[in-house]
């Protein structure tokens, strides 16, 4: 049996499932029938779990009888919450000081009031700061366009109006919604925000946001350099897939790709993308192109244009700094734009505001990456009538008891197993992608950066009709061979996989790559159609 391991780099249908896990241990979006949160319990959208124990409603009411303004001592306003940033010296991290909206825009002689949001979110709203979170920054781009979604990751209902503070955000981590709370001292340098800044001065839904991913994450230098997946999954709890550009359009798939992304939009998907570094280190270097190496964007639309009687593909990107854009092919200064029809030419706006249309097969060349999350998996086949169910499962490996490594060692019958009943399936639709399954390695601690992450990987086995039920042991192993000779393992937080599978039952089981690895996941389960997962 095979097994690789991939680093991490920047860079018919089916009408009856039935999943059971058999582990050692206990352990929206219309189409989705999420099943762990039927009941609302805690941690669902509308109940969300409270991060560090605090309850927003009841932090603002005690502060606001008392008079105060709340200050957030678990995660206070210091150097522990700011990290050691990498581009900034010891000396002028001494010189940060903290400190709240309104002081903020009087130390800036802005004689306006603070704003939470005004006119509603929006992509132009902000520009990337000192912090290196563009990944984050892009996220925050796409999501500007999922008016439910940012909804839900940002209480529109907050203001500074019966102010007392404090702020709170939602995020997706790790199977559960998190409500956030932090207080709104923000940290500024030289009478500046440190970080991302608002582009309208007063408005600061965008800061407030930027600090309560950082709580989660740990300080803001655990924000410093990221995946925009990872964050795209954390403001939905949905499915992403990435696309390595290159490979695509050298293996002539540009067209596969383009369908990718068209569904992308269709199915109101989260789309980011990022250039590769330039030679050793993670610095961003301007092009000749205009383009930021090592840096993520959001792709915000696309389009066709006639151009002399051919349809021309084109990406709408966006760079989270707010300026500096792509100035060749159908960038907006471009000559080729005055040779297509007037209704073509209106989506071309020729402003410095870091946003800009390349051609499909330059964006391809010049980026690496392409990214696209949905609450959904319907982006990935575009069948977007399509609704799925998935169960969310919490497992656990443990040392010398459910951590039995990759398929090679003796111990792996020990890894905790879900079995699925595959029922039916339409042959109309041979190959049909009726499955996806995701899983994620939570980290050992609470911090994305301080923590130590083991490959991880999926091993699927078809289960002989007859084979008793419960736990499969060592012998059941021996004698049966996985669905994929070749095992991948892979150090990034989340692995994600389809399948295509005919009916009967099947098994499956992560693992670590070696074992005696201690370690917390979750196991996701989607199912197309009309499914029953127990």
């Known amino acids: 049996m095979n097994t690789d391991i991939q680093?991490?780099?920047r860079s018919g249908r089916m009408q009856g499932v039935c999943l059971n896990a058999l582990v050692n241990m206990p352990g929206t979006c219309t189409s989705i029938i999420n099943l762990r949160y039927q009941d609302g319990s805690e941690?669902?959208?509308?109940?969300p779990a409270k991060f560090n124990y605090q309850d927003y409603a009841q932090l603002k009411d005690n502060y606001l009888r008392r008079g105060k303004l709340f200050v957030d001592n678990t995660f206070p306003p210091n150097?522990?919450?700011?990290?050691?940033?990498?581009?900034l010296p010891s000396w002028k991290e001494k010189q940060v000081e903290w400190l709240r909206p309104a002081d903020i825009l009087k130390v800036q002689n802005n004689d306006n009031e603070p704003s939470f949001c005004t006119k509603g979110a929006s992509r132009f709203d902000f520009g990337q700061g000192s912090v290196g979170n563009c990944w984050f920054l892009a996220a925050i781009s796409s999501l500007t366009f999922q008016k439910g979604l940012m909804v839900q990751v940002v209480p529109m209902d907050q203001s500074f109006s019966n102010y007392a503070g404090i702020f709170h955000f939602r995020f997706w981590r790790?199977?559960?919604?998190?409500?956030v709370v932090i207080d709104d001292l923000l940290p500024t340098l030289n009478k500046r925000l440190l970080s991302v800044h608002s582009k309208g001065g007063n408005e600061f839904w965008v800061p407030l946001l930027e600090k309560a991913y950082a709580k989660v994450c740990g300080s803001y230098a655990d924000m410093n350099a990221g995946l925009p997946s990872e964050a795209c999954k954390d403001f939905s709890g949905g499915v992403h897939m990435t696309y390595q550009l290159r490979e695509a359009h050298s293996a002539g798939h540009d067209e596969e790709l383009w369908l990718s992304l068209s569904r992308a939009t269709g199915c109101?998907?989260?789309?980011?993308c990022g250039t590769a570094q330039k030679g050793d280190k993670l610095v961003n270097t301007v092009a000749h192109t205009?383009?930021?190496d090592a840096h993520a964007y959001s792709v915000t639309a696309v389009t066709e244009v006639e151009y002399y009687g051919s349809k021309v593909k084109l990406v709408r990107v966006m760079n989270p700094w707010g300026h500096t854009e792509w100035n060749q092919k159908w960038?907006?200064?471009?000559?080729?734009?005055?040779?297509?029809?007037?209704?073509?030419?209106e989506k071309c706006f020729d402003r410095n505001d870091g946003e800009f249309w390349m051609e499909l097969e330059d964006f391809c060349h010049y980026f690496v990456m392409l990214s696209i999350c949905c609450e959904n998996p319907n982006f990935i086949d575009g069948d977007l009538s399509c609704q799925w169910k998935c169960m969310i499962y919490d497992g656990s490996w443990v040392a010398g008891r459910s951590a039995g490594g990759n398929v090679n060692e003796n111990t792996f019958a020990t890894n905790p197993q879900y079995r699925i009943q595959v029922a039916i399936i339409d042959e109309q639709e041979q190959g049909d992608k009726n499955v996806l399954?995701?899983?994620?390695?939570?980290?050992?601690?609470?911090?994305?950066?301080?923590?130590?992450s083991f490959p991880i990987g999926l091993t699927i086995y078809q289960v002989p009709a007859g084979t008793p039920k419960g736990r499969l042991g060592s012998s059941f192993f021996r004698r049966n061979r996985p669905m994929k000779q070749s095992q991948a393992y892979t150090y990034e937080r989340d692995l994600i996989e389809q399948h295509s599978l005919q009916p009967g039952e099947y098994v499956i089981i992560p693992s670590t790559m070696r074992p005696y690895m201690t370690a917390d996941f979750v196991l996701t389960v989607f199912t197309k159609a009309d499914a029953k997962i127990t």
């Open 43 to 47: 941690g669902s959208p509308s109940n």
């Open 437 to 452: 399954l995701s899983l994620m390695q939570k980290p050992q601690q609470q911090y994305r950066k301080k923590t130590r």
């Open 331 to 345: 960038s907006d200064k471009s000559d080729l734009w005055q040779r297509v029809s007037p209704e073509d030419r």
């Open 268 to 272: 109101k998907s989260m789309v980011c």
């Open 79 to 87: 150097e522990t919450s700011l990290g050691d940033l990498p581009d």
């Open 174 to 179: 790790f199977g559960k919604w998190m409500d």
């Open 7 to 9: 680093s991490k780099t």
């Open 290 to 292: 205009g383009l930021v």
